[in-house]
């Protein structure tokens, strides 16, 4: 399971905020930018993995598609919002003045929002009779959705520390950054969970 605590580690979200009298000039922000980059593209590769087992899996004669609940459709409007409200506080932030907290708070709260409709998900499959080992399709789903789920939450620390730093005063500058790799980091969750939940609903 080593591939499993690599991927889980998330070595990006300690340099999410820069510590006190820590570096934050272009040079730090960008390679900032490029840990979180590849980060992804290894989070990618083992996601294509994952694809590649449920196709596979799929030709199996024991394969019985599952019911998806209604709640994903919400939970996907959800993340929709989070990553829209996220770009907006990234613009905002870019600027000289102008108010981003509102935007970074909304886009933080429509991720929570997210997280407890797909545990409403994972209640109404079990009340269904669905587990995670009852079939290899709600296997996948279970371990998709943990996932990605898992990654979110690595994704509300970093949101939480930038939250606290602005409310106590950080300056701007040293904020920026940090909103910005929230805000990409949305991007790339809702990406990948569009691609995960028309895989699921296609199969």
Known sequence: MGWFNRVTEMPWLDQGLPAEGEQTGEFAGSAKKVALVMFLAVVTSIFLLFFVAYAERMELGDWYPIEEPFVLWINTALLVLASIAMQRARKISAQEDGTFELPLLGGGVFALAF?????????????AG???ASTPASSFFYLFTALHGIHLVGGLYVWLRTVIRSRRGAEREKIRHSV????VYWHYLLLLWVVLFALMLNT
Do not use: I
């Open 115 to 127: 997280l407890v409709g797909q545990y409403m998900a994972w209640e109404q499959l079990r009340d």
């Open 130 to 132: 669905f587990y995670a």
């Open 180 to 183: 910005e790799l929230c805000s």
